[in-house]
């Protein structure tokens, strides 16, 4: 266990459904993360919070949606998704944002869109 | 922009023998260098970084990586491998500037290790 805990861990939806992927960390860190992860490709940065701020939003479509209520939680709301979109969604945290500390990922979110 | 190439999709090797998983990288300035390990259906887990210093990092199960500027690489190394090494190895970079914390990651390296 890393410390980092997504739920859910598998997700079926509909095009036209609306979702939530849920992230919570107990570590203390001040940085959190969204990172996309399609099958033969780089991670992708989608969205970077610290200190509940949000510090990125890399070109992410309008359809996902992320929330950080506070330091031990991140969403990502989710809808009207489309096919494309299917993939794992990892959420990750690190002591601070940026320098050498390491990021810390949650397990993922196999999500599926059809 | 920095960026991180893994030339080898799969690496495969028997049980026993030395494990070498490359790793090149391209960043502005002085780097900042992982090497994460992904299980089926599992997250990414840390294995070691290069911060500054010693060239050879040792890390987690055995593994270390070294680090060699001229050849801007972070080849990952094991000298035994375990069956239970096969997984999916990714290379990460971030440039070491206080001001850039984006992290970079290649696009994985499966391992596979027969018995």
């Known amino acids: 266990e890393t410390g980092v805990t997504q739920t859910p861990r598998h997700l079926v939806m509909g095009m036209t459904n609306k979702k939530s992927l849920k992230c919570e960390q107990h570590?203390?860190?001040?940085?959190m993360y969204w990172y996309k992860q399609s099958a033969k490709k780089p991670l992708e940065l989608m969205f970077v919070?610290?200190?509940?701020?949000?510090?990125e939003n890399n070109s992410v479509p309008s359809r996902f949606s992320p929330e950080c209520p506070n330091s031990s939680h991140l969403f990502l709301h989710l809808h009207t998704l489309q096919p494309e979109d299917s993939a794992l969604y990892l959420c990750?945290?690190?002591?601070?944002?940026?320098?050498?500390?390491?990021?810390?990922f949650g397990q993922g979110t196999r999500l599926t869109v059809v | 922009a920095q960026s991180v190439a893994q030339p080898e999709d799969q690496v495969n090797v028997a049980e026993g023998n030395p494990l070498t998983v490359k790793c090149t990288y391209s960043?502005?300035?002085?780097?900042?260098l992982f090497w994460y390990v992904q299980y089926p259906n599992r997250g990414l887990q840390f294995l070691l970084k290069?911060?500054?210093?010693?060239?050879l990092v040792k890390g987690s199960y055995g593994f270390e990586a070294e680090f060699n500027k001229s050849q801007t690489s972070f080849h990952l190394k094991k000298p035994s491998a375990l069956v239970s090494d096969s997984a999916l190895y990714f290379c990460?970079?971030?440039?070491?500037?206080?001001?850039?914390?984006?992290?970079?990651f290649g696009a994985g390296t499966t391992v596979t290790v027969r018995a």
């Open positions: 990460a970079v971030r440039p070491s500037g206080s001001n850039d914390y984006k992290l970079s």
């Open positions: 919070y610290s200190l509940e701020e949000r510090v």
């Open positions: 570590l203390g860190h001040n940085a």
């Open positions: 990750a945290s690190s002591q601070d944002l940026g320098g050498y500390t390491e990021a810390f």
């Open positions: 960043v502005s300035g002085n780097p900042y």
């Open positions: 290069y911060i500054t210093g010693d060239n």
